[in-house]
C-alpha cells in the first residue's frame, strides 16, 4: 500500500467519523426535544395529580360533614323513638 492509497483510506476513514459524528449529533439533538416534551407531560401530569388531590380531599371533607350530619339525625331519631315508644 503506498502513501496515496493510504492517505484515501485517512480521508475515507475521517469521512465517516465525521458522518457518524453528524448522525451521533443529530440524535441527541432529537433526544433532547422528546425529553423536553416528556418534562412537559410531566409538569401537566403533576398539575393534573394535584388538582385530583385536592378534589379527593374535599370530597373527603364533605363525605365527613355528611356523616355528622347522618349520626346527628340518627341521635335525634333515637332520642325521639325513646321517648315516645308507641309511634
Do not use: C, W, Y
Not at 503506498?2 to 476513514?13: C, G, M, P, S, V
Not at 457518524?20 to 401530569?45: P, S, T, Y
Not at 331519631?77 to 308507641?86: Q, V
Amino acid at each position: 500500500m503506498n502513501i496515496d492509497e493510504r492517505l484515501a483510506a485517512l480521508a475515507e476513514t475521517v469521512e465517516l467519523l465525521a458522518a457518524f459524528h453528524r448522525d451521533n449529533e443529530k440524535r441527541a439533538a432529537e433526544n433532547e426535544k422528546r425529553l423536553e416534551k416528556m418534562m412537559q407531560g410531566i409538569k401537566i401530569l403533576s398539575g393534573r395529580n394535584t388538582r385530583l388531590e385536592e378534589l379527593v380531599t374535599e370530597i373527603a371533607e364533605g363525605t365527613a360533614r355528611i356523616l355528622h350530619v347522618v349520626e346527628v339525625h340518627e341521635q335525634r331519631i333515637n332520642r325521639l323513638e325513646a321517648e315516645h315508644p308507641s309511634v
